[in-house]
């Protein structure tokens, strides 16, 4: 199977899943239909347009492929058709989240290595694609973008799945291999992180005039050893 094929069926999938997820932040917004159609074509085509944008190789897929658009109208067309108590929705939320998270991620690997760039750009590009969408969504709906911490291992997840597919292409790791290791070990643990409650460090406790102090001003002499040090020298 060609690697454009498989990595525009990545896609669909991702924009699919993240529009629903969109969907749903819309429902719980109270939002109208416009909003749903916003929120979810956001969060569907968004990480994959910054990366298209960023790879410069023609005009995004979202907009040249007939699919996207409509797969993404659908994905947030669900969401407004249908109601799930709040129980049901966390349970399928979390999960469609980690799967099109790790989905993603490998499409966004594999289309930057097809582009003909390195192993970074890879990783770097693979992350965007998975974290991109979710993060503008957040935004349009004021919230602080769960990339940025507080809901578990999110975008370094989503940096190891990339990093996984690079590193399979790089062996000659057939591409359903890498592609199957990659989302079902990255989605496990973003599962597990979600459970256990597995965070990236914060800030750290340290004072900085503890720390950076000591290094700038070295600690002084003592005035009573300093005269000291003159009455010494005047007696010679």
């Given at each position: 199977m060609r690697v454009e094929t498989v990595t525009t069926v990545l896609d669909l999938v991702g924009v699919f899943i993240n529009s629903l997820l969109?969907?749903?932040?819309?429902?719980?917004?109270?939002?109208?239909?416009?909003?749903?159609?916003?929120?979810?074509?956001v969060s569907g085509l968004g990480g994959g347009l910054i990366r298209d944008v960023l790879l410069q190789h023609g005009p995004p897929l979202?907009?040249?492929?007939?699919?996207?658009?409509?797969?993404a109208l659908a994905g947030a067309g669900v969401a407004f058709l249908l109601k799930f108590t709040e129980r049901e929705w966390n349970r399928i939320f979390y999960v469609l989240d980690a799967i099109a998270l790790c989905v993603w991620a490998v499409a966004g690997a594999q289309r930057t290595l097809a582009a003909g760039?390195?192993?970074?750009?890879?990783?770097?590009?693979?992350?965007?694609?998975?974290?991109?969408?979710?993060?503008t969504r957040d935004l349009l709906v004021q919230r602080v973008p769960a990339v940025f911490g507080g809901n578990g291992l999110y975008a370094s997840v989503a940096a190891l799945v990339a990093a996984v597919q690079v590193v399979c292409s790089a062996f000659g790791v057939s591409m359903v291999v890498g592609t199957s290791l990659g989302?079902?070990?990255?989605?496990?643990?973003?599962?597990?992180?979600?459970?256990?409650?597995?965070?990236?460090?914060?800030?750290m406790e340290w004072e900085?005039?503890?720390?950076?102090?000591?290094?700038?001003?070295?600690?002084?002499?003592?005035?009573?050893?300093?005269?000291?040090?003159?009455?010494?020298?005047g007696g010679d």
């Open positions: 969109g969907g749903s932040v819309a429902r719980h917004r109270e939002l109208d239909l416009f909003g749903y159609v916003v929120i979810g074509v979202a907009l040249t492929n007939p699919l996207y658009i409509p797969i760039l390195g192993w970074l750009p890879a990783i770097l590009l693979g992350t965007i694609t998975a974290v991109g969408g979710g993060a989302v079902v070990a990255g989605t496990v643990l973003r599962l597990v992180a979600y459970r256990r409650g597995w965070e990236l460090p914060g800030g900085a005039r503890d720390v950076l102090g000591k290094a700038v001003r070295p600690p002084r002499r003592r005035r009573r050893d300093r005269r000291g040090d003159r009455r010494h020298e």
